[in-house]
């Protein structure tokens, strides 16, 4: 991943990162900054919670990541008082001109109006939380971290590297992800092939497009390294990788093309007596048997231009019929 730069200066952008103890863990401490490293520096380092009581982040933790504490009592039962500490805090530092992003740890849905508000002012918003993360958050920001999925991966990734012992997933946080699903990212992918015209697309603007339209989207959620791997480990069945003059490329799987489709329609025509009546139902038809078709491969947005395209057919309004042959 490139690092993102103050595009006037040139600079590394600077963060200001603000996390929440009573809601994440101290065991990500490490992953949250080496994450953070990618992206920017951080100018400030916050943590917020009642200090009085026991939350896993320890004072020496703290030193060791030079973060400053921020202690903040429940004043009242029910309320959580660290949420209105770390919105005031943010809104001061955003006022002080100093930072051109905020790095916001929590997975309290809470904060989304936080994250909005940041990027109505033209701040880059990092978010990071566990998977369980409402989709609501995870969207308002530019760019959302899932710490278990993503400390779980690299941890896989230098055991395999040293020797050492399988890592055992998080049962809890197993059972809830809010990542974006493996059906939306296939989609995502076969639209940006069908805007090409059919054609295969470089796999670094595949993924470009990804980090574009899912703000979460990393392929270590999923448990890979690459891009090229998740893609041809989970979309295999639809998609292929092809390796051209050292460049990657994607393209669909599927040998398809119109001159079969056509007879295919033809016979679909032939078995209801010449005529079909409904084109939603030759649609229909003709999904049943090629279940990924999308007629935009062959430059067409809907059926009816495709058909009117075919030489074989005539298509009359909503009916669709052989043409005489002669």
């Known amino acids: 991943m490139e690092e993102i730069v103050d595009t006037m200066s040139g600079e590394?952008?600077?963060?200001?990162?603000?996390?929440?103890?009573?809601?994440?863990?101290?065991?990500?401490?490490?992953?949250?900054?080496?994450e953070l490293e990618k992206y920017g520096l951080s100018t400030y380092r916050r943590i917020y919670g009642n200090w009085s009581k026991g939350n896993?982040?320890?004072?020496?933790?703290?030193?060791?990541?030079?973060?400053?504490?921020v202690q903040q009592f429940s004043y009242t039962t029910g309320k959580n008082a660290t949420d209105m500490a770390m919105v005031i805090d943010a809104m001061d530092i955003l006022y002080k001109n100093k930072v051109q992003g905020f790095c916001l740890v929590t997975s309290d849905s809470d904060f989304t109006r936080l994250a909005m508000r940041l990027r109505e002012e033209n701040m880059f918003v990092l978010g990071m939380g566990e998977s369980k993360t409402p989709l609501a958050l995870a969207r308002a920001c530019n760019k959302f971290i899932h710490l278990n999925l993503v400390a779980e991966q690299n941890m896989v990734e230098r055991n395999s590297k040293t020797g050492g012992a399988a890592v055992v997933l998080d049962e809890?946080?197993?059972?809830?992800?809010?990542?974006?699903?493996?059906?939306?990212?296939?989609?995502?992918?076969?639209?940006l092939i069908n805007e090409n015209g059919g054609k295969r697309v470089d796999l670094a603007q595949i993924g470009s497009r990804l980090n574009d339209k899912f703000t979460d989207f990393d392929v270590r959620n999923y448990e890979y390294t690459k891009?090229?791997?998740?893609i041809s480990?989970?979309?295999g069945a639809d998609l292929s990788i092809r390796k051209i003059n050292n460049q990657h490329y994607v393209e669909r799987r599927s040998m398809l093309n119109k001159e079969e489709l056509e007879q295919e329609i033809c016979h679909i025509i032939e078995k209801n007596g010449g005529m079909v009546e409904n084109l939603a139902f030759?649609?229909?038809?003709?999904?049943?048997?090629?279940?990924?078709?999308?007629?935009?491969?062959?430059?067409?947005?809907?059926?009816?231009?495709?058909?009117?395209?075919?030489?074989?057919?005539?298509?009359?309004?909503?009916?669709?019929?052989?043409k005489d042959r002669k």
């Open 233 to 235: 480990q989970e979309l």
């Open 56 to 69: 896993g982040w320890s004072e020496g933790m703290l030193l060791e990541h030079s973060i400053m504490p």
């Open 172 to 191: 809890e946080a197993a059972e809830e992800q809010n990542v974006t699903p493996i059906s939306e990212v296939r989609q995502a992918i076969l639209t």
């Open 12 to 34: 590394r952008m600077q963060f200001a990162v603000l996390i929440d103890a009573d809601n994440i863990s101290s065991k990500y401490a490490v992953t949250i900054f080496e």
């Open 227 to 230: 891009l090229s791997t998740m």
């Open 282 to 322: 030759l649609n229909d038809e003709l999904h049943k048997k090629y279940r990924q078709l999308d007629f935009k491969q062959f430059g067409y947005n809907r059926i009816s231009s495709f058909l009117r395209s075919l030489e074989s057919v005539t298509v009359h309004e909503n009916e669709v019929s052989l």
